[in-house]
């Protein structure tokens, strides 16, 4: 199994930005959001792409970002997973359609907008993995979506949709994606 590096490094970074920095104004409930987007990657015949809808009928708070943070630093995936699977459902991400519920979903302020960092506590799929019919492989428990969500106009993401965390020796998040390829969200749109 290949890991994606370009996802891991991606991913890391942002997940120890909305992870570790200080906490922001989470506190206060938002309304519904619902993010469009196109998911696209490279596929064994070419580039296959496909709609995504990433709903969020509420932000973590900052006091369960602290468990989240927590939890990973104690015990990596398994115990994320176990803190995840307490908690209610505050949305979903649908591919297809299946919808696979999302327990964390953490922005930050950017320049220009927001960073998203959203955390199912199963997996989406396992696409890749060296095989036509990737089957799931331990410790790949969780999925994680990154939205850039710029203040006007069209934004960007990836979607690992079978993935685990750690943080290292020097306390960054570090993530792998089961598979080899990078899942981009393009054309990341908020739904009025």
């Known amino acids: 199994m290949r890991c994606s590096l370009h996802v891991t490094v991606i991913a890391s970074a942002m997940m120890l930005i909305t992870l570790t920095l200080p906490p922001s104004a989470n506190t206060a409930q938002a309304a519904k959001e619902t993010y469009l987007a196109t998911a696209s990657m490279k596929g064994t015949t ?3 792409t496909g709609p ?3 709903e ?11 468990k989240a943070v927590d939890a990973l630093k104690s015990g990596a995936t398994a ?3 176990q803190l995840l699977a307490t908690m209610p459902a505050i949305g979903y991400i649908e591919v297809a ?3 696979t519920p999302v327990k964390y979903a953490y922005a930050r302020p950017t320049g220009s907008g927001r960073l ?3 955390v199912t506590d199963q997996p989406i799929g396992h696409l890749g993995g060296n095989a036509p ?3 799931p492989k331990a410790g790949y428990d969780l999925a994680f979506a990154l939205l850039t969500v710029p203040a006007t106009g069209k934004g960007t993401g990836e979607l690992a949709p079978a993935a685990k965390a750690r943080v290292d020796e020097a306390g960054a998040v570090v993530t792998e994606d089961y598979g080899a390829e990078v899942v981009t969200l393009r054309d990341v ?3 009025p």
């Open 97 to 99: 359609t299946r919808r």
């Open 46 to 48: 070419g580039q296959v």
């Open 116 to 118: 998203i960092t959203i």
């Open 189 to 191: 749109e908020r739904k």
């Open 56 to 66: 969020i009928e509420r932000l973590t708070t900052d006091a369960e970002r602290g």
């Open 133 to 135: 019919d990737a089957k």
């Open 52 to 54: 995504i809808v990433i």
């Open 79 to 81: 115990a994320l997973k």
